[in-house]
């Protein structure tokens, strides 16, 4: 057990299925209280259902304040998990991109703004960013993804760095392939890229909470993410060239 999701109150957006509802369910499994948050409807009430948590149903860039309230006025963890796995070029439509843009950085931004003044005069909260190794990395076939993917994880990376020394931790979870529906919807670059090393739900929750009890940001569920970062870093052209090759792998095959 972690000792400090005992009575927390956790938000966890996103959570009508795949990584979230795991996630809600870790949460409650850990004696904490959770609100599951989805646009779906009758999957947020039956993840809820399911643990004992309360559904509240909605965008989850605006959910804070009945979040909060569900929760007896007090959010200990909020879960940025909602997001869309937009796929396309830079020719995508606007309103691809502008969806984005929205789901996975501006959510995240926007639940901030909400909780930090609470969380930063008691002296403590906990931000849990559901990024994604394309964050670190990038995503062929996916532009609209990988580039807002990257937005999301600087932005955990800058609440990190600006509040840590004021009693907030963040967390930002960064997975490959996740048998998702997500996943699915990612057709054959997804077949490619990220079906071959694939993780369960679970495992992502499993992660996370180990990366609570050992305090750390970055959460890899897929540890060797943390060589291919490594390898980006060091010698960018090469992990580009390499990275190149996947991609006319990728285009021979369709």
Request: hydrophobic share 45%.
């Amino acid at each position: 057990m972690v000792k400090a999701m005992q009575g927390a109150g956790v938000v966890v957006t996103g959570a009508g299925g795949g990584i979230g509802a795991a996630l809600a369910r870790r949460f409650a499994a850990e004696g904490a209280r959770v609100v599951v948050n989805d646009l779906d409807a009758d999957k947020v009430k039956a993840v809820a259902d399911e643990i004992g948590g309360i559904a509240v149903v909605g965008d989850a860039s605006r959910i804070v304040a009945e979040a909060r309230d569900a929760l007896d006025g007090t959010v200990d963890v909020y879960c940025a998990n909602a997001g869309v796995g937009s796929g396309g070029s830079e020719a995508a439509d606007e309103s691809v991109w502008a969806l984005a843009w929205d789901v996975n950085v501006m959510a995240h931004v926007r639940a901030a703004h909400a909780l930090l003044p609470d969380w930063l005069e008691r002296g403590s909260g906990r931000f849990v960013s559901t990024v994604s190794a394309a964050g670190l990395l990038t995503m062929i076939g996916a532009a609209p993804y990988s580039v807002t993917k990257h937005g999301a994880y600087a932005f955990a990376e800058w609440l990190s760095l600006t509040y840590r020394h004021r009693g907030v931790k963040v967390h930002a979870i960064c997975p490959q392939g996740v048998r998702t529906d997500m996943l699915e919807a990612t057709g054959s670059a997804g077949d490619l890229v990220l079906q071959p090393t694939a993780i369960e739900p679970d495992a992502v929750a499993d992660a996370l909470m180990k990366g609570i009890e050992e305090d750390r940001f970055l959460v890899l569920p897929h540890p060797e993410v943390a060589g291919y970062y490594q390898a980006r870093a060091a010698d960018p052209d090469r992990w580009m060239t390499n990275m190149n090759h996947l991609q006319q792998k990728w285009e021979t095959a369709e």
